[in-house]
């Protein structure tokens, strides 16, 4: 069954001040019983809080993150395969996905071509570990290379690849989201669901307009696109849930990268309250 859960990367502040196990005690009485794992030091000691999270509360680890490069002292992909493997063992996670492409593979359609060999290549290592590597989208994939989209290439080449579609990066990117489900249907596991919203502008750019000074509203007017949690932006999210569902999504993972004064936890209930309004409870 399709399950509603958390991307770790809006948790990293939290568990920076309480600790894993009690950050996922709060989000799973949020609602909560699944998560995506990123943003997070893969020590040993991390993942076997993680694997407490999973044993004691009941939450299921649905994949973990990993990149083709990493900072040096940092573990990757292309390096460090095995440690990925192990982990994933560990907390019981069938998928890998990668986050992003390094930005020095966006430079030309060869370095785009040669990233999405390389996952491939890492594709075909996993899954003769029975693990799947998913590939995560930013609005950058909608940028054209020879009159494809990057994400394209990336799907021509990686054919062992899935896809994890976010669909506010497909939105900023300048794409309609049920519509890029639809095209990717069959190699989409994972959706990340984020709500795209307009913000309102502050009282100070009023104050300042009427001062005869237009570098705030200039300022902020490059700044008005946000994140926000499901259900207070303008994306239709009952059209995508069920599109992520008709396509065989396993995952729908609530993920928002900015707060905008608000709390991850906050944000989360907002978000789990909104969807199940829309008649998802079911999905948690």
């Known amino acids: ?21 009690e950050t996922f005690r709060e989000v799973r009485d949020l609602g909560y019983r699944a998560a995506e794992i990123s943003a997070v030091e ?13 044993d004691d509360l009941g939450v299921e680890i649905a994949s973990i993150s990993g990149g083709l490069t990493a900072p040096p002292g940092a573990p990757s992909l292309s390096t460090d395969l095995d440690a990925f493997v192990a982990d994933a063992r560990m907390l019981g996670a069938r998928m890998i996905r990668i986050g992003m492409l390094p930005a020095a593979a966006m430079a030309t359609t060869a370095r785009v071509e040669e990233f999405a060999d390389r996952c491939n290549d890492v594709a075909a290592a996993l899954a003769e570990h029975g693990i799947r590597l998913y590939y995560h989208n930013h609005h950058v994939d909608f940028a054209r290379y020879d009159g494809r989209h990057l994400l394209d290439v990336v799907a021509e080449r990686s054919p062992l690849v899935g896809f994890e579609i976010d669909v506010h990066w497909v939105q900023r990117g300048g794409l309609e989201p049920v519509r890029t489900l639809r095209r990717y249907a069959g190699r989409v596991a994972m959706v990340h669901l984020k709500d795209y919203r307009i913000g309102h502008l502050s009282p100070a750019v009023y104050e300042a307009l009427d001062a005869g000074d237009q570098g705030p509203w200039q300022e902020e007017l490059r700044q008005i696109v946000q ?12 059209s995508i849930v069920e599109t992520s569902l008709d396509v065989g999504a396993e995952y729908l993972l609530v993920e928002q990268d900015e707060f905008y004064g608000r709390t991850a936890l906050e944000c989360l209930r907002t978000s789990h309250d909104n969807l199940v309004a829309m008649g998802y409870g079911g999905l948690f």
């Open 42 to 54: 893969m020590s040993p000691q991390n993942v076997a809080e993680l694997a407490k999270v999973r």
């Open 227 to 238: 994140f926000a949690e499901v259900g207070e932006g303008n994306l239709d999210f009952p």
């Open 1 to 21: 069954m399709t399950r509603i859960g958390v991307q770790t990367m809006m948790l990293r502040d939290e568990f920076a001040k309480r600790g894993i196990l």
